[in-house]
């Protein structure tokens, strides 16, 4: 894409504190070189001070930038100082995935898209539920529980450590969104057709509380947002229980997917060989 002085906007970012470990710089330079564009998609460390100047310079076409991602801590400075956020971003008070438009600033959040996405490729037909389980509620959380409301989950219980955390959830989303403390996960899970972990509760080898699956419907799934390792304690757990589970590598893959095509003008396929590129750092970095 060239804008109307010929000037070469092809340069996409992501910007955190830190930003070292992370894999989307992987997975965008390797849709680039699928489709053949010359771009870039480079890993740009922002401090929090520094962030609001970022996003003035942003629309400055000489640093040639079409746009990029938001991770921590700078999501919610992103939604605010955008020109233009959309619906979902507004909904969260968060955005991860920034482009230009007519020289303002646009922001959306893709976690949510990302997550459904994954559960579409290796749970088809998950969505045939009425009820979820959601433990956590953080900011992962919330996109989550958007994306399971806007994909018609009519119960969505939220457990939370921090019962008030998950009670300003349940205010923030509305009727279908219930919040429980941490006692009443096994009474929430009666019944109910996916469970999610959005905690980091086992995390890099951490300990994970035994939990029984046995009280959620037979074809349930289980899926975690964690990712190392790919097999979660909890999803072991499910997966010993004898229940459908679906790892959260998936989630990471397809939140990249809008944000490419936004500002590279193709949309890209999440395909087993860009999981394998991704399993394959994951173990030299183990
Ligand atoms: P993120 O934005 O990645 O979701 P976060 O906002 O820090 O991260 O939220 C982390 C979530 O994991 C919270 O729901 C947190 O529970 P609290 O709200 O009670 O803090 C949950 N969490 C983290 N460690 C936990 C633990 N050891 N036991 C139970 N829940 C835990």
Not at 210 to 223: K, Q, R
Not at 237 to 255: C, K, N, T, Y
């Amino acid at each position: 894409m060239r804008d109307s002085r010929e000037t070469f906007v092809n340069h996409a970012f992501l910007t955190g504190y830190p930003v070292k470990h992370s894999r989307s710089p992987l997975i965008h330079g390797y849709w680039l070189k699928q489709f053949g564009i010359e771009g870039s998609y480079r890993a740009l460390e922002i401090t929090p001070e520094a962030f609001p100047d970022f996003m003035r310079q942003l629309k400055d076409e000489t640093a040639g930038f079409c746009g990029g991602n938001v991770t921590i801590p700078h999501k919610e400075a992103a939604f605010r100082l955008a020109d233009r956020p959309d619906d979902l971003s507004a909904e969260l008070g968060a955005a991860n995935t920034l482009w230009l438009e007519d020289g303002e600033v646009c922001a959306t959040n893709t976690d949510g898209r990302g997550f459904v996405a994954n559960l579409d490729e290796r749970a088809k037909g998950w969505d045939r539920i009425s009820t979820a389980v959601v433990l956590g509620a953080g900011g992962a959380s919330r996109a989550v529980i958007q994306a399971i409301r806007d994909r018609g989950v009519k119960a969505i219980h939220v457990v939370n450590r921090t019962p008030e955390r998950a009670r300003e959830l349940a205010d923030r989303f509305g009727g279908a969104v219930h919040a429980h403390p941490m006692a009443a996960l096994a009474e929430t899970m009666s019944g109910a057709g996916l469970f999610v972990n959005t905690t980091s509760l086992g995390m890099d080898g951490e300990q994970a509380p035994a939990i029984d699956f046995s009280p959620m419907a037979g074809d349930a799934v289980v899926t975690d947002i964690v990712y190392v390792p790919l097999k979660t304690p909890l999803l072991r757990q499910a997966e010993e229980q004898g229940f459908r589970i679906v790892d959260g590598l998936g989630m990471l893959l397809h939140q990249a997917v809008p944000g490419f095509e936004k500002w590279f003008g193709r949309r890209p396929v999440v395909d087993e060989t860009l999981r394998q590129i991704i399993i394959s750092d994951m173990d030299k970095h183990a």
